[in-house]
């Protein structure tokens, strides 16, 4: 079943309690998102959604509202489950947002931080609790949460959580929970193994689908580079000159990320890393600075790619190109959020012509192949990868990308 609504120009059409619509116009929503204005009357109705919608859509808010406002109303609790620690804390922060001032208690759990502190949370019966799989799992084999009182279960960026082997996991949360419960499933993609989690553990689900699973974000303009692996450090630079804003720089390796941020801060730029093996403090500090402005350049491996919700990202730099073509999606939708514009740009190396018609078929356009611009000289050798003899110089290497320039 598709649900299909017609578009409405405010909250006020939704169904939605007066006490949400004034925290609403308190934050200044006035005007619901596709998802938003699809998934809130379906979500009051008390009906399972699987959602598909790109990220940056407004999904929080979509799933957020009225579950609070269904608590209001009920003894239970809700469990909202997400892949990341980074979005786990986010969710939270827009939960409070809207219901704190109404007297919402929520509680995350996620890895990284104190067992003993969550315990304590989670005997205070709070309504909302946040959390990833792994750590979930590990408070319920220890009795310390129970899913009897669950009333709703979201799983969020579902396809994430199954790309990062959390299947298990989600499927014995499933089994545990009331059968009289409502599911809430969002994925920007519809991979097989999300089909069949809704055919076993969903009830009748309503599809609210706002863009083709695999969509890219429209207002994204999307580039890309044939570029060797030596000069790349070198049309980065060349791209952090010539933008101005917020930048983020994706990596496939931890190891990466660590060389890749020490390279940008050489430039003279401010940048800052996050990837697995930052603590959780360390990744709380380097959201929060590149949020506020301290660090213009945030290097990121994909943990971050559906975990970063700052809505003035100028520019998306793909430095490695992900493992698979869903990341590219998710990758490229944290520029061009709330409404603006944003840009993507790929350095592809000339043997990772497979890799791009695997995203080009997902997103189901071509990606735009631009020349290389004069880049500026390297710096030391420390940017240049083992197998280049910088004796030769740098116009001889210039020549040689020239040549391997194409259309795909």
């Known amino acids: 079943m598709t649900h299909t609504n017609k578009a409405v120009p405010d909250f006020n059409n939704l169904g939605i309690a007066t006490n949400l619509l004034a925290v609403l116009a308190e934050q200044k929503f006035t005007s619901p998102t596709p998802i938003q204005r699809e998934c809130i009357p379906v979500v009051l109705a008390g009906k399972d959604i699987v959602g598909i919608a790109q990220t940056g859509t407004g999904k929080t808010l979509a799933f957020g509202l009225p579950i609070i406002q269904r608590l209001a109303t009920t003894n239970g609790q809700a469990l909202i489950i997400l892949p990341t620690r980074e979005l786990a804390i986010q969710v939270e922060e827009v939960m409070q947002k809207l219901g704190g001032k109404l007297g919402l208690r929520t509680v995350v759990i996620i890895g990284g931080a104190h067992m003993d502190r969550q315990k304590r949370s989670l005997r205070q019966n709070p309504h909302v609790v946040i959390a990833t799989p792994g750590r979930l799992i590990d408070h319920i084999q220890q009795k310390n949460f129970s899913l009897q009182h669950v009333k709703i279960i979201v799983l969020d960026e579902a396809d994430r959580m199954l790309d990062i082997g959390f299947a298990p996991q989600i499927k014995q949360i499933l089994s545990l929970a009331s059968p009289m419960r409502q599911t809430l499933l969002f994925s920007a993609t519809m991979p097989t193994e999300i089909v069949k989690i809704a055919n076993q553990y969903m009830k009748e689900p309503v599809r609210v689908e706002v863009a083709p699973a695999g969509t890219s974000a429209t207002n994204v303009k999307q580039e890309a580079y044939i570029v060797s692996k030596e000069c790349k450090m070198q049309l980065l630079e060349k791209h952090l000159a010539d933008h101005s804003g917020t930048v983020l720089v994706f990596s496939r390796t931890k190891h990466g990320a660590k060389k890749y941020t020490r390279s940008i801060n050489e430039m003279g730029h401010t940048a800052v890393e996050i990837h697995s093996d930052r603590s ?45 073509p869903e990341d590219y999606v998710h990758r490229i939708g944290r520029t061009g959020r709330a409404g603006n514009s944003g840009k993507a740009v790929s350095f592809v190396a000339p043997d990772e012509r497979r ?54």
Not at 290 to 295: A, S, T, W
Request: net charge positive; no cysteine.
């Open 280 to 324: 959780l403090s360390q990744r709380k500090a380097a959201m929060e600075g590149f949020k506020n402005g301290k660090f213009r350049v945030l290097v990121a491996t994909d943990i971050a790619s559906r975990g970063i919700d700052v809505n003035n990202i100028s520019l998306v730099v793909n430095y490695d190109l992900p493992d698979n």
């Open 355 to 408: 890799d791009v018609l695997q995203i080009e078929r997902l997103i189901r356009k071509p990606l735009q192949v631009m020349p290389l611009p004069v880049l500026p000289p390297r710096r030391t050798v420390a940017h240049v990868s083992s197998g280049y003899e910088g004796g030769r110089g740098f116009g001889r290497n210039r020549r040689s990308e020239q040549r391997t320039r194409r259309k795909w």
